[in-house]
């Protein structure tokens, strides 16, 4: 059974492009399918983190905006980072799910329990995944991955009965 769920946010929660205004902001997109996923996940008492190399402002509105309290930005060592949340969950490796599209995210995948890229994830991380998905990078693709492991946990109905 997944307890716990990892998303990498660039190339994954978004399309990894990077929109920097005149004046310095950033843009990005998130895709409204993927939060909805997200929340009725958590809905389900199942836990999610986001681990992100970089640092934005942006995630942190949007990880407060679905409820993720566990968030992790500017990560160098995106495995040790999943092993130490873990510890702190006491959730099992084995019980975790991770999404990652590019190199830096290969330690936390294959530490995770289930792995999955997106359809447009590097090469080298989509030979190394349990899961390619069908779906591209902030186009549902989490969503894909929280559908597939809601069938996975047997979880279908409580799923849908939040909408019902």
Not at 72 to 87: F, M, N, P, S
Request: net charge neutral; proline share 1%; with cysteine.
């Amino acid at each position: 059974m997944t307890r716990l769920i990892v998303l990498d946010v660039d190339g994954c929660l978004t399309d990894g492009r990077i929109i920097y205004g005149e004046s310095g902001e950033e843009v990005k997109a998130f895709n409204v399918k993927d939060g909805l996923a997200i929340k009725s996940w958590m809905n389900l008492g199942y836990e999610c983190a986001i681990i992100t190399g970089r640092r934005s402002g942006i995630v942190k509105r949007r990880a407060d905006e679905l409820g993720i309290t566990h968030l992790y930005q500017g990560v160098r060592d995106k495995g040790a980072r999943l092993r130490t949340l873990c510890g702190d969950l006491g959730i099992s490796l084995d019980e975790t799910a991770a999404i990652g599209d590019d190199l830096n995210d290969l330690k936390m995948l294959e530490l995770a329990g289930r792995s999955f890229t997106p359809a447009d994830g590097s090469h080298f991380v989509r030979s190394r995944v349990g899961r390619v998905l069908q779906r591209r990078g902030g186009e549902a693709a989490v969503r894909e991955m929280i559908e597939i492991l809601i069938r996975g946990n047997g979880d279908e109905t409580r799923f849908l009965a939040q909408w019902q």
